[in-house]
């Protein structure tokens, strides 16, 4: 049986490309999704064997997409395609559970290269980020300083959403969105939005 695979960008027509290639390629793209908590909800309904996940998506992002896929599509293998070359970004995928990064700038080979490693139980990197994987593994590598549902509750402020609009998608109440907030901006000693704008840029996030 071919393969399923979810395909998770929010650009349209990035979607339709890699579909129309991973069809020519023999798979199955079963879902497609324009953002991360979309591909969270397709990945638990339909279980693909491979999630294929861009890295600035709105609402949540791939690295944390990948993270709540697991939890809720336990077999799901997630495959981050991104531009984003640079190590905090291919390292912070994997501590989240990627299994494969592989950069847009690549062909179409280097895709199917990694679906098919990955598939197969083994981790992938494009060949240009071969010197970051000692740092993917290593334990020296510092740690984000902030939990998971943190980075949730960052993004979408950083997105320009309120409060309200927060506890909302996280299915919260105001009080606990508040306070993921608040405590945000202490533990990073920021005191203004467009601070924490700023460090969810610098963290990769979302986009200027």
Known sequence: MALKILLADDHAIVRQGVKQLLTREGYSVVGEAADGREAVRLAQELSPDIAVLDLGMPLLNGVDAARQILKVSPSTKPIVLTFKKEAPYVVEAFRAGARGYVLKTHGASDLFEAIRKVSCGEAYVSPDLTEIVPQ???????????????????????????????????????????????????????HETAGLVRYAIRLGLTSP
């Open 136 to 190: 993917i593994w290593s334990k020296n590598t510092a740690e984000n300083p902030l939990t998971p549902r943190e980075r949730e509750v960052l993004q979408l402020v950083a997105e320009g959403k309120t409060t309200k609009e927060v506890a909302t998608l996280l299915g919260i109440s105001f009080n606990t969105a508040e306070s993921h907030r608040n405590r945000i901006m202490k533990r990073l000693n920021i």
